[in-house]
């Protein structure tokens, strides 16, 4: 099993953790960190490589799993991390953590290209407000809440950011008229001007509405697959 994450030096890390059965009982030991090159596809498995060759040591048909969470780059049938290790170790089956297909569901939204969209210019949005303590400042005269950044790993977060828009669509357009109108900074009134027009949208607001009215749904079944009592029956 692997997992990576980036520090706050903006550095990768990777943890390796291995599952066995010995003399009929199964154990599961924490097998070290490791730093891959970048993180690329070929990156993480250039590491994960080198580590089962000194783990295995010739023996690659007892791998007969592999299990990672980071939808990006561990899953998918063409040029992902599991695909690889599948071509060297034909044993080594592919498990995606489960309480992470939820995950995945944006991901398969968003073969639709307006889909793609709409969750691009949403994190548009936070991340614009994020750069400026004077537009936070702006916005909060608009609404009592903020605007939570998506996840590419939790969607839960994803589910807070639709719905904080879906709910505050109105004083987020005032609130971006009002920036457009007042500030003396280019980028600002361009950034402002994108995003007010995005959210003027039909698309947009028609995928924002559909999102909305799937995700409360979605959200039950994440917080029911996170729970740590949750039991296989």
């Not at 994803?158 to 709910?167: A, G, K, L, W």
């Not at 109108?181 to 003027?200: C, R, V």
């Amino acid at each position: 099993m692997a997992d990576d994450t980036t520090d706050v030096s903006e550095h990768t890390q990777m943890v390796l953790v291995l599952r066995y059965v010995l003399n009929g009982e199964i154990f599961e030991r924490f097998w070290g960190f490791f730093i891959p090159e970048n993180q690329t596809v070929d990156g993480i498995s250039k590491r994960i490589f080198e580590q089962m060759d000194i783990i295995l040591q010739g023996n690659g048909q007892k791998l007969i799993a592999q299990a990672f969470d980071r939808a990006n780059v561990m899953k998918g049938k063409k040029a992902r991390v599991q695909a690889k290790m599948k071509a060297v170790y034909s044993n080594a089956h592919f498990i995606h953590c489960y309480a992470h297909q939820l995950n995945l569901m944006r991901n398969a939204a968003s073969i639709t290209r307006n889909a793609r969209i709409l969750f691009s210019n949403i994190l548009a949005i936070p991340t614009f407000f994020s750069r400026s303590p004077q537009r936070v400042s702006i916005l909060k005269k608009h609404m009592d809440i903020s605007i939570p950044r998506p996840s590419s790993t939790r969607w839960n977060f994803n589910i807070r950011t639709i719905n904080r828009v879906h709910e505050h669509l109105q004083p987020l357009k005032n609130c971006l008229t009002g920036i457009k109108s007042t500030s003396n900074t280019d980028q600002t009134i361009a950034e402002a001007t994108g995003i007010l027009k995005y959210l003027n949208d039909d698309n947009f607001k028609f995928l924002l509405e559909l999102f909305h009215q799937i995700m409360p749904h979605v959200e039950i079944i994440y917080n029911q697959m996170q729970s740590r009592e949750i039991s296989v029956f």
